[in-house]
């Protein structure tokens, strides 16, 4: 018998909390779910959540490696890149694929994110 898979999240790896919030939270638009440290001083083990879509971001040593890619389906993609907010850092395009529109960013810590619409060729 097969399981029934209800919910999937990424673990990423994550070196700075304030970076994390600024970049997920604040320019994406996730909503930071809740958090877990073992102890006072121990590190950040955040849930994460975008529509859907659940992440984990860690700053335990060896629980993740970084420069890890999740894809995202989503629905909307050109109107949600539209309204994202400015960023000198991060000027994500929209790329036309066979598989649909696509649009990667990357992370502080070199993690990557490709947001990909499929209902959208163009």
């Known amino acids: 018998m097969t399981p029934r898979v209800t919910r999937t999240?990424?673990?990423f790896r994550s070196f700075d909390e304030a970076r994390a919030r600024a970049f997920y939270v604040d320019w994406l638009g996730f909503d930071w779910t809740g958090?877990?440290?073992?102890f006072d001083g121990a590190?950040?083990?955040a849930f994460l959540r975008l529509g859907d879509f659940h992440l984990h971001l860690t700053e335990h040593h060896g629980d993740a490696t970084p420069g890890s890619t999740a894809m995202v389906h989503v629905d909307n993609l050109r109107d949600w890149h539209a309204t994202l907010p400015a960023n000198p850092n991060m000027r994500p395009g929209l790329e036309p694929m066979p598989w649909g529109l696509q649009m990667?960013?990357?992370?502080?810590?070199g993690n990557r994110l490709r947001f990909l619409d499929q209902a959208d060729g163009d």
């Open 9 to 11: 999240a990424p673990v």
């Open 35 to 38: 958090e877990v440290r073992v």
């Open 43 to 45: 590190p950040l083990y």
């Open 104 to 109: 990667e960013v990357t992370d502080p810590f």
